[in-house]
């Protein structure tokens, strides 16, 4: 079975799409050098160690997976940082940061809307939240299109119709917007980017295996049990499917559609 916590030893190293999206929320976001940060949804805590780099400020880092908690600690408590195991769902912080950074980590978030009201609280006056997330529902057509043929191939079509998806994925820019002032927030940036980087298929494998791959072969998201068959398969048929989709170069052209959201609490 894959979730966070099991795939937490490679994750800094593998989800190559998620940390160049980051680059541009931190540009977006502006950190001053004493605003205190709360990153929500940490992982390993390798991008809370950039946030360190540019303030000078108190730096929380959270995430509902305990195997990433862990790395976090192993490697990056010394930087005066403090890590938490904690769902989004039960932060409970009044009025204690200037920025909330929440990188690759929205989609995770069902229901939003109780979620960003814990943010708005947290937030100080006129502190900032900004996310960058996987957007639309075809979020990544070329992760589509593999998953597909695990419906569609018999030693998977069975067990994968009792697969009930953990992502939240909105179709449009102003429904983002919409749904962070439902919470009070002021939203000063919503724009959805269609992004294109060019892969090895083992390489866009690994990046189907550092985050995709928690919710198709997390046990919790199935109303069967899943069998090591199952996962064996499930693996193969991706595979297979991303060699298919190479150019002649022997790439494939990955797409992604991201939000990148910046707003303020007023």
């Known amino acids: 079975m894959k979730d966070f916590s099991t795939i937490s030893q490679d994750y800094e190293n593998t989800a190559l799409v998620q940390k160049s999206a980051s680059d541009i929320l931190l540009e977006l976001l502006d950190i001053q050098e004493t605003d205190d940060i709360l990153d929500l949804g940490c992982g390993p805590g390798h991008l809370t160690k950039k946030i360190r780099e540019r303030t000078r400020g108190k730096i929380i880092g959270i995430d509902s997976a305990e195997g990433m908690i862990r790395k976090a600690k ?4 010394e930087d005066g940082i403090e890590f938490r195991h904690c769902e989004a769902g039960q932060i409970d912080f009044h009025e204690e940061f200037d920025v909330i950074f929440c990188n690759s980590a929205f989609q995770w978030f069902k229901p939003p809307g109780r979620i960003l009201k814990k943010c708005f609280q947290a937030l100080k006056k006129n502190g900032k939240i900004g996310i960058q997330a996987p957007a639309k529902h075809t979020y990544s057509p070329n992760f589509i299109k593999a998953v597909e043929q695990v419906h569609l191939d018999s030693r998977t079509k069975n067990i994968f119709a ?13 429904e983002y917007k919409s749904l962070f002032e439902a919470s009070g927030f002021i939203v000063h940036h919503s724009q959805i980017d269609k992004v294109m980087s060019f892969h090895t298929p083992e390489e866009t494998y690994k990046i ?10 997390n046990q919790n998201y199935y109303e069967v049990q899943l069998t090591e068959e199952y996962i064996s398969a499930f693996q193969q048929i991706i ?3 991303f060699k298919r989709q190479a150019n002649k170069e022997g790439k494939v052209e990955l797409i992604f559609y991201r939000i990148y959201l910046v707003a303020e609490k007023p």
Do not use: I, R
């Open 208 to 217: 189907f295996d550092s985050g995709a791959s928690a919710g198709y072969l």
């Open 162 to 174: 009792h697969f009930h998806s953990p992502w939240f994925f909105l179709e449009t820019s102003d």
């Open 74 to 77: 192993e490697v990056y408590c």
């Open 239 to 241: 595979k297979e499917a």
